[in-house]
């Protein structure tokens, strides 16, 4: 600032010693303004970051980055960690989104879809203590919901100096969670919050919401199909575990952490019904086999094609780690009574703490749901939370209260976990769409005057709007 300033001193002194026509040209050279600098010189500015790699993507720059972070952020002094996260940059003008999976980040070029509504930039987060975000030592205490606001009001505190208009969360499933998790700690952070397929896990020991879900979920042909073939499974015990047992020597799979073989069996049987309406429509249901008349392959490949062998593997269970241990500290999970199986389940639906390697300690903090519970029914402010009719999660949802002001609760038809603005009736896409495009701070006239009128304000892409479904394994969001 000092030598801006003695310059500007020096040019007066200049122009005071040379003709009009020397002060019109020199004016005129001191009116332009110095050129920006480039957005990746103005990211790599921010004290912390460090640019992993820049991948090019038509119309953006797309950033794979390194944030270091307080492992508690009560405690700054005490240790950092680094922390992955991608920024989708559209243009400094544009408002930007903060996505949240609640897991891993994903790597490549995305676009979520309030992104492609508002036409913006996105930053997104990988969780806290998911690999290679995770500190070193380990202390699992330090991975709670406020912990991971922390990381993202930090993120947010740093990139908003650069991207300085509106900025929405989102997110969906553990995602959706996050998202109103960093809404209830940093509720000054956002100009609102989608929040996709939340579950709301509020008192962990009552699941009979759950119960009745499966019980009217779709049609009872259905039900009573998807039934058979899991109650057949466990029938079937012997032979398919014998069939397990050959893959998991193929493939290398152990079994130390849920304790054996029978247990990850079992375990991926009971996730059956629940993950057929989690990730599968209605329509496929005709895919199922007939219990009665299915040979072993069958059975075996249609729970492993919906539930998957490999999940409670400890090949499949090391990645989500973080996930189960906060299922079982904070988050609660589901306990569904499936009467129809009878006496042939001999471990029921197993808690998180199965899932868990033993030498990490787990308590349950029963009162961290009911806080969340609260603030979002009491004052929930520019929210907007989407659900899917026939997605097990949603039999939990969040609910907003006469607290709240400008939040919206809305249930696509028919859909299952991957229920968006786009699947719900027209009048709830248009009232949503015009929502995200007012807290954005860019909703055209048209939508202003008439919701109706609201629409995505870019193109379809394809590619960067593709969602990647990851399998995930069952008790996870």
Same mark, same amino acid.
């Given at each position: 600032?000092r030598?801006?300033?003695g310059w &500007?001193?020096?040019l007066?002194?200049?122009i005071?010693?040379?003709g009009?026509a020397g002060? @019109?040209?020199q004016?005129?050279?001191?009116a332009?303004? *110095? ?5 990746? #010189?103005? +990211?790599l500015?921010i004290p912390?970051m !460090? &640019? ?5 993507y038509?119309g %953006? ?5 390194? %944030?270091e ?6 405690q ?6 680094k922390?992955?996260l991608t920024l989708?940059?559209k243009?400094?003008s ?10 891993n ?6 676009? !979520?879809?309030?992104?492609t509504?508002?036409?913006g930039?996105q930053v ?7 690999t290679?975000?995770?500190p070193?030592?380990a202390n699992?205490?330090?991975l #709670? ?5 922390s990381?993202?009001?930090r993120?947010? /505190?740093?990139?908003k100096?650069i991207?300085k ?7 969906? !499933?553990k995602g959706g969670? /996050?998202a @109103?998790? %960093?809404?209830r ?6 100009d609102?919050v989608?929040a996709y397929?939340?579950p709301n896990?509020v008192?962990?020991?009552?699941d009979?919401?759950?119960?009745r879900?499966f *019980?009217k979920?779709g /049609?009872?042909e259905c039900?009573?199909?998807l039934n ?7 029938l ?7 069939r ?13 952490? +849920?304790g ?9 049987? &009971?996730?059956y019904?629940?993950a057929?309406w ?11 086999p007939?219990?009665a008349?299915?040979? #072993?392959?069958? +059975?075996?490949?249609?729970i492993d094609a919906? !539930?998957?062998f490999?999940?409670y /593997?400890d ?9 189960y241990y906060q ?12 009467p129809?199986l ?5 471990y029921g639906y197993q808690?998180?703490r199965n899932?868990?390697p033993?030498d990490?300690?787990? *308590?349950f903090?029963p ?5 969340i519970d609260r ?7 520019q929210?907007l939370?989407v659900y899917?009719?026939?997605d097990p999660?949603g039999a939990?949802?969040?609910?907003i ?6 939040s919206?609760?809305m +249930?696509?038809p028919?859909a299952?976990h991957?229920?968006n ?10 009232l949503a769409?015009a929502?995200?495009?007012?807290w954005?701070?860019v909703?055209p ?11 995505p304000?870019?193109a379809?892409?394809?590619?960067l #709007?593709?969602?990647?479904l990851?399998?995930e394994?069952?008790l996870?969001?």
């Amino acid at each position: 600032m000092r030598k801006t300033l003695g310059w &500007l001193l020096s040019l007066v002194v200049l122009i005071g010693t040379m003709g009009a026509a020397g002060t @019109t040209a020199q004016a005129a050279t001191a009116a332009e303004p *110095a050129a920006a600098a480039d957005i990746k #010189d103005q +990211i790599l500015g921010i004290p912390g970051m !460090s &640019l992993i790699e820049e991948k090019p993507y038509p119309g %953006y720059r797309f950033f794979v980055l390194n %944030y270091e972070q307080p492992v508690d952020h009560r405690q700054p002094w005490k240790g950092t960690f680094k922390q992955r996260l991608t920024l989708l940059h559209k243009d400094v003008s544009r408002p930007s989104v903060f996505f949240t999976s609640g897991y891993n980040v994903n790597t490549n070029p995305r676009r !979520s879809e309030p992104t492609t509504i508002v036409d913006g930039n996105q930053v997104s987060m990988e969780y806290r203590f998911f690999t290679p975000s995770r500190p070193d030592p380990a202390n699992w205490a330090h991975l #709670d919901i406020w912990q991971a606001a922390s990381d993202q009001h930090r993120i947010f /505190t740093a990139l908003k100096k650069i991207y300085k208009k509106n900025w929405l969360a989102t997110g969906g !499933s553990k995602g959706g969670m /996050t998202a @109103t998790y %960093y809404e209830r700690f940093y509720p000054r952070d956002m100009d609102g919050v989608v929040a996709y397929v939340a579950p709301n896990d509020v008192a962990d020991k009552e699941d009979s919401a759950y119960d009745r879900f499966f *019980a009217k979920v779709g /049609t009872k042909e259905c039900r009573d199909k998807l039934n058979a073939v899991q109650r057949e499974a466990l029938l079937r015990r012997e032979p398919l575990e014998a069939r397990y047992a050959t893959a998991a020597a193929e493939n290398g799979w152990t079994f130390n952490t +849920i304790g054996n073989l029978d247990k990850a069996y079992e375990a991926v049987v &009971l996730d059956y019904v629940w993950a057929f309406w989690q990730y599968s429509l209605l329509a496929d249901c005709a895919a199922i086999p007939a219990a009665a008349t299915a040979s #072993d392959q069958d +059975i075996w490949d249609s729970i492993d094609a919906i !539930s998957g062998f490999s999940a409670y /593997t400890d090949q499949g269970l090391e990645t989500y780690t973080p996930y189960y241990y906060q299922a079982g500290t904070q988050l609660g999970s589901p306990n569904i009574k499936q009467p129809h199986l009878g006496n042939l389940s001999r471990y029921g639906y197993q808690p998180p703490r199965n899932f868990v390697p033993r030498d990490i300690p787990m *308590a349950f903090q029963p009162g961290a749901m009911a806080d969340i519970d609260r603030w979002v029914r009491d004052h929930a402010n520019q929210m907007l939370f989407v659900y899917g009719q026939n997605d097990p999660w949603g039999a939990e949802p969040f609910r907003i209260g006469y607290g709240a002001r400008d939040s919206h609760v809305m +249930i696509a038809p028919g859909a299952n976990h991957g229920a968006n603005v786009a699947k719900l009736l027209d009048g709830e896409k248009a009232l949503a769409t015009a929502k995200i495009l007012q807290w954005a701070g860019v909703a055209p006239a048209a939508t202003l005057a008439d919701t109706g009128r609201a629409a995505p304000l870019a193109a379809p892409d394809a590619e960067l #709007d593709r969602r990647d479904l990851e399998r995930e394994p069952q008790l996870r969001p």
